[in-house]
């Protein structure tokens, strides 16, 4: 993989009434943040060290449940933020940085898993399904509960990580697209190269079969 970024904390210098007025960069905006980044000729380092701070879990979420498997998921999210350094110029509305991040590392998830060549069982969950795709909301959270949460609920995310690792890769990918990332699911279908009706039956019958691996943690 291509060596890691070194980048340095320190604090941001804008441009104000007054001369030399300095901001620290945890101060910033998202869209600050990114316009400082495409100010000059290379990223600001500390407006992207901000941004590389408050993301690198969303990356690090996505990438484990898309390559639950993988053991160079680091190596993974440091070339996605390599990519993200080298191309952030590009992105015209810095608002909406989270959902270009989220587009960037499921591409090179895709790219990776196209040079791997892996081989893929038959996925008879792809079997016509006649029921409507319902609008049920599945919360998945990462691994690390926060202090307050209650054992069963931290047993609950533990066994839905599980469940959702245990997916046919296809529909493991498409739940996590639509669920983690938030993903529309017309762009599921562009980035997956698959009919809008087959996202919408695989995310169906994902949720089917978590739900039905879940059952005695939901009725609790």
């Known amino acids: 993989m291509t060596a890691s970024l070194q980048v340095s904390w320190s604090r941001v210098r804008v441009e104000d009434s007054e001369p030399h007025v300095q901001i620290p960069a945890a101060k910033l905006g998202n869209s600050e943040l990114v ?18 701070r408050r993301y690198q879990s969303h990356v690090d979420r996505v990438l484990y449940h898309l390559a639950p498997d993988w053991d160079d998921r680091a190596d993974l999210a440091q070339e996605v933020w390599i990519r993200v ?3 952030i110029s590009r992105l015209k509305e810095p608002a909406k940085f989270r959902g270009w991040l989220s587009r960037i590392t499921t591409n090179l998830f895709y ?3 196209r040079k791997r060549k892996r081989h893929r069982s038959p996925l008879s969950l792809d079997a016509r399904l006649t029921m409507e795709d319902g609008d049920i909301a599945w919360e998945i959270a990462s691994g ?17 990580n ?8 296809a529909f493991r990918t498409t739940i996590v697209l639509r669920e983690i990332e938030g ?24 949720r089917l079969r978590l739900q039905g ?8």
């Open 183 to 206: 993903l529309a699911y017309e762009e599921i279908a562009e980035i997956t190269g698959v009919s809008l009706g087959t996202v919408k039956s695989r995310i169906a019958r994902a």
């Open 35 to 52: 316009q400082l980044c495409q100010a000059g000729l290379r990223p600001d380092r500390v407006a992207f060290t901000e941004l590389l």
């Open 111 to 113: 790219d990776e898993l």
């Open 162 to 169: 599980d469940a959702i690792s245990e997916l046919p890769e």
């Open 85 to 87: 350094y080298r191309n």
């Open 213 to 220: 691996q879940l059952q005695n943690y939901l009725k609790g």
């Open 144 to 160: 690390e509960p926060g202090p307050d949460e209650s054992l069963a609920t931290h047993e609950f995310y533990g066994q839905l």
